[in-house]
């Protein structure tokens, strides 16, 4: 395991890479809010085969947030991504990412597809539907002082089983609290999921790499029956799975998780 940095447009974005450096490249990009850590549990067997970089967002684990906090957008981690994989020079990538880190690997399939060898999206954002319960909601979660006070509360809300990696998470989340800068960057990127470029839902079809689409059922955030069901009217030749979990699947059940991603990444070897 090794650990690096790249300067970005915004700033550093700390990296951790595991496995062969020889190996086909993968990247893991988490929720918001989220880091690295949030994919231990996958890491070692997907290590086994692939170069992982799992990335820190700004504002997020280890890398410093964007300056000011509140410039912080889903749009940004898009752009952050790109300039990350091209400073590494990654191409033909498997991109994996949850939430946030979803919508920000379409982004990059459909603008530098040559970067791009297949996604993993699990739960991603940028299908959401209605556009009333998406302002409600974003106004509410994108206000500093409420997403402060319910930060740990609201984890153990969208992560609905309880393992040694959720429990982290949870933990996490609650000393987010005392981080004014990752209050901010976190309350901001909820803001901007109203933003109309945020949404995916008439351009998701023009991703024409291999794509599986994961989606937890037991999601409060992203609910299957209707930010799923939007994903997967959107890319209808993507593989599909459920697992009964909330938003997180690769911490809530690593091992179901595995179960469905290998066979998919085995399939992009041949």
Not at 14 to 39: C, F, K, Q, T
Not at 41 to 68: K, M, N, T, Y
Not at 78 to 84: F, G, K, M, P, S
Not at 247 to 269: G, Y
Request: proline share 8%; charged share 20%.
């Amino acid at each position: 395991m090794s650990i690096g940095s790249t300067r970005t447009s915004v700033g550093e974005v700390v990296w951790e890479a595991h496995g062969d450096a020889s190996a086909p490249p993968m990247i893991l990009l988490s929720a918001n809010p989220g880091d690295r850590r949030d994919w231990d549990a996958v890491v070692p067997a997907l290590a086994a085969r692939h170069r992982v970089i799992a990335l820190d967002w700004p504002g997020h684990g280890a890398s410093p947030a964007p300056s000011p906090p509140q410039s912080a957008s889903a749009m940004m981690y898009a752009r952050v991504l790109a300039e990350v994989t091209e400073a590494l020079g990654l191409e033909r990538a498997i991109v994996c990412g949850n939430s946030v880190g979803g919508y920000a690997a379409i982004r990059l399939a459909l603008e530098q597809p040559a970067r791009v060898a297949a996604l993993v999206l699990v739960d991603p954002g940028g299908f959401t539907r209605q556009k009333a319960r998406l302002n409600a909601l974003c106004r509410v979660k994108g206000t500093e002082w409420l997403t402060r006070r319910i930060a740990a509360h609201f984890a153990r809300g969208y992560l609905r089983k309880r393992t040694p990696w959720t429990r982290q998470m949870i933990g996490r989340a609650e000393a987010e609290r005392t981080n004014p800068d990752q209050i901010a960057v976190d309350a901001a990127i909820w803001r901007s999921f109203a933003d109309p470029e945020h949404d995916l839902r008439a351009r998701a079809g023009g991703v024409r790499q291999p794509t599986l689409l994961l989606w937890g059922t037991r999601d409060p955030v992203l609910p299957v029956f209707l930010d799923g069901r939007a994903a997967r009217g959107a890319m209808p030749s993507a593989r599909w799975v459920t697992l009964a979990t909330g938003h997180a699947p690769h911490a809530e059940n690593p091992t179901a998780f595995l179960a469905a991603v290998q066979p998919f990444l085995a399939d992009v070897r041949r």
